[in-house]
């Protein structure tokens, strides 16, 4: 099982990003899939989640609801999340995450496997 997060960069304030997560050795659409972050010096911050595809709900952490949009293409086995009018405190490291338990709503009762972050940087 491997999680591969990619799509960070560098953006202006205001600015958008799409992050993906690529995701190998197990079927995605069967898990719930999150998606957090770390800023330096901060604890880790879930910021969204989408479940199964079974069960077809998705969660945003208020501070990027409006902003952000979590998604997945079952075909290309990745969830993507859409960034919009990304702001500084959106500056950090960003992981997905896979759910343990197949069929999982959001949030899963843990998440087992981790990808690597990709580092979002939100400055002018």
């Known amino acids: 099982v491997q999680l591969q997060a990619s799509g960070g960069g560098l953006v202006q304030p205001g600015g958008s990003l799409r992050l993906s997560c690529a ?7 069967y898990y719930a899939i999150g998606w957090f972050r770390q800023a330096p010096g901060k604890e880790r911050e879930g910021v969204s989640c989408i479940s199964s595809s079974d069960d077809g709900s998705t969660y945003l952490v208020d501070s990027v609801k409006g902003r952000f949009t979590i998604s997945r ?52």
């Open 23 to 29: 995701a190998s050795g197990f079927t995605l659409d």
């Open 73 to 124: 293409d079952n075909a290309k086995n990745t969830v993507y999340l859409q960034m919009n009018s990304l702001k500084p405190e959106d500056t950090a490291v960003y992981y997905c995450a896979k759910g343990f338990e197949v069929g999982s709503s959001c949030p899963p009762l843990t998440y087992d496997y981790w990808g690597q972050g990709t580092q979002v940087t939100v400055s002018s």
